[in-house]
């Protein structure tokens, strides 16, 4: 069974940058689509960005130019470069296998991102 563990949320003020980390168990991790997903407190889950096994990515329009998502195949890890945010990037910040455009596997724990204003 594939785990996910995700890292590097934290405080910071508006305009600031984080860098979170997903780690992934399982042999079949280069060959999937990868997205990272958020929910913010009384909101549904949302998916904000993903990532193909070529390296393709595409971004929900609330992060574009701002988000940047990365994978390292060799460490079965996958990244969010988040820069220039906002305090409504404030969120539990989730990743996941993306298949037809739907989470597959269970979620892990999540990393909290909170901006401040």
């Known amino acids: 069974q594939v785990q996910l563990v995700e890292s590097g949320g934290g405080l910071v003020q508006s305009g600031g940058s984080l860098r979170l980390s997903c780690a992934a168990s399982?042999?079949?991790?280069?060959?999937?689509?990868w997205g990272w997903y958020r929910q913010a407190p009384g909101k549904q889950r949302e998916l904000v960005a993903t990532?193909?096994?070529?390296?393709?990515?595409n971004y929900a329009d609330s992060v574009k130019g701002r988000f940047t998502i990365s994978r390292d195949n060799a460490k079965n890890t996958v990244y969010l470069q988040m820069d220039s945010l906002k305090p409504e990037d404030t969120a539990v910040y989730y990743c996941?296998?993306?298949?037809?455009?739907?989470?597959?596997?269970?979620w892990g724990q999540g990393t909290q991102v909170t901006v401040s204003s």
């Open positions: 996941n296998q993306v298949v037809a455009n739907r989470p597959y596997l269970a």
């Open positions: 399982g042999s079949y991790f280069r060959i999937n689509i």
């Open positions: 990532i193909t096994s070529g390296s393709s990515t």
